[in-house]
């Protein structure tokens, strides 16, 4: 699903995902993100050869793909449960299968939260993302909300759950 060697996300349905990718406008469901210019995108439900995820991406004001927000899909899973360690653990399993363990990479780095999977794309090759000034936005602290269009109580699981991860989440400033 996800190349170690180039960042890339692969899906069996053909839909695929590249580094700073621009995504079209007819593409998704699109919301104005914090940063000024750039969007949140739903990309619907794909399947992977790990199993079915959510798809959602940030894109910056060139329409360029910037970060990937996974989900996995099992029955096993309860929609309401703040606490849902399978779903982690799985997350784990596809960084471990797909990228070695390794979260750092010369196209960017990957997260782990109890809900998402995430993806984040540094701006250029060999540039570590922590020195990207826009997607600093989106690892510095902030206790509140999430740039997706989710429930009020949604919001506050998936920001528990980066806060618990050490996933910083402020995003606007």
Known sequence: MISKVTGEIHF???FDILPLQRLPFTLADKRAFQINGWTTQNLEIHISDHGI???YAITDSE????VVWLSHHHPRYTSGTPENADRL???EAVIIADLDGQ???SWGCVQCTRNWLLVLYSS????????DPHLGHLVAYEADPF??????EEQHVIAADLRRAN???RIWE
């Open 63 to 66: 329409h360029r793909v910037r």
């Open 12 to 14: 069996e349905d053909l």
């Open 124 to 131: 250029g090759l060999h540039v570590p993302i922590r020195d």
């Open 103 to 105: 979260r750092e990479f």
């Open 53 to 55: 995820f959510d798809v």
């Open 167 to 169: 996933f910083p989440l």
């Open 89 to 91: 653990a799985f997350h």
């Open 147 to 152: 740039p997706f269009d989710f429930e009020p």
